[in-house]
């Protein structure tokens, strides 16, 4: 990849999911319906673009990706709650640091989270998002038409859908010989697994697990996701959602 094309989305994306070795860049993938040619084709150089966010470009082919956020607590036009809870803890850790470290070498916060995740706000805030998004899919598909000279009809367009809930979606599975925690994707739900097959406009998504660091590819067929299914023995359970409290540790150095 070339690193002098790579900034914003793609280049925060590469930082957080990527790892290095010999000079090149690899992710922790899971792939449903997605051949290994294809997968080189959509993860493959990253370029940073203007809508949609990064192109990649294999082979000779172009494919446009868009990416989006989205969590499982309650949103408003002014965003996630988790996030506008998260920027006000930082506030008052930091002042609260500041206090102690008047009279003490060391200071110790703890917090938490007001807003509760829940299945409801996951669900609602993942298909706005991506209505929004999809909405634009001609626009995308033209931008990347008049940069490379081809035919809108021949770039696909994947969605990266970074689920940013604190510490994760999960689902606690029975179905296995022991039971556990797996994570969770929107595509468990049926009216989300509909959205998604109805929207023939899209090549696939990729699920990008913020929390673990995981990017899973999803081609956009009922095969796919049955696939996804079956690997995490999902059959129904409801989500699981951790209840995190935050714990910031400072200690001053001596100047």
């Known amino acids: 990849m070339e690193q002098n094309s790579i900034h914003s989305e793609s280049k925060r994306i590469l930082k957080h999911y ?6 090149n860049f690899f992710f922790n993938i899971t792939a449903f319906g997605v051949s290994i040619e294809k997968r080189k084709a959509v993860l493959r150089e990253w370029h940073s673009f203007e809508r949609p966010d990064i192109y990649s470009k294999y082979n000779g082919n172009i494919h446009g990706l868009e990416h989006f956020e989205y969590d499982a607590h309650s949103c408003s036009k002014k965003g996630s709650l988790q996030r506008r809870e998260n920027i006000k803890i930082k506030c008052s850790v930091e002042k609260e640091i500041r206090e102690k470290f008047k009279t003490q070498n060391s200071a110790t ?11 409801n706000d996951y669900k609602a805030n993942f298909i706005s998002s991506f209505a929004k998004h999809y909405s634009k899919i001609d626009e995308y598909k033209n931008h990347l038409s008049k940069e490379f000279g081809i035919n809108s009809k021949n770039i696909p367009i994947w969605f990266i859908a970074e689920d940013m809930t604190m510490l994760g979606s999960h689902f606690i599975c029975h179905n296995k010989s022991e039971q556990g925690i797996e994570p969770a994707f929107p595509l468990f739900f049926p009216e989300i697994e509909e959205l998604f097959l109805k929207s023939e406009k899209l090549e696939g998504i990729i699920f990008a697990d913020n929390c673990n660091k995981i990017l899973t590819l ?5 095969h796919a996701i049955k696939l996804l299914k079956n690997h995490y023995h999902y059959f129904g359970e409801p989500l699981f959602f951790f209840e995190p409290k935050i714990a910031n540790i400072a200690i001053k150095i001596p100047t």
């Open 218 to 222: 999803v081609k956009r067929n009922k």
């Open 18 to 23: 990527s790892f290095h070795k010999d000079n």
């Open 109 to 119: 916060s703890f917090r938490e989270l007001n807003s509760k995740a829940n299945e």
